[in-house]
């Protein structure tokens, strides 16, 4: 069975940093990546990972976040947050066209 698990998120002010974790259980390696959704919004695409550690990165957080990965933990760190990066974050990886997702874990950037 797949599991997701997320965790690491947490209220930070503008200018902060934050790291989040994604353990994978149930399953082989594979590419991996992080999601989020803010509140109205649908949900996005924040950075990919390939099984050999291509990295792929929204616009939006290029230099600021950095997705890395030990095996089947995924990490995101998340240097200079914004206000408009709060939101709740997703880990997913897919398997033959079917998405998984992680529980999620909140991120709220405020003073």
């Known amino acids: 069975q797949v599991q997701l698990v997320e965790s690491g998120g947490a209220l930070v002010q503008p200018g902060g940093s934050l790291r989040l974790s994604c353990a994978a259980s149930g399953v082989s390696i594979r590419p991996m990546g992080w999601y989020r959704q803010a509140p109205g919004k649908q949900r996005e695409l924040v950075a990919t990972i390939s099984t050999y550690g291509y990295t792929n990165y929204a616009d939006s957080v290029k230099g600021r976040f950095t997705i890395s990965r030990d095996k089947n933990t995924v990490y995101l760190q998340m240097n200079s947050l914004k206000l408009e990066d709060t939101a709740a974050y997703y880990c997913?990886?897919?398997?033959?066209?079917?998405?998984?997702w992680g529980q999620g874990t909140q991120v709220t950037v405020s003073s």
């Open positions: 997913n990886l897919n398997i033959s066209g079917l998405d998984y």
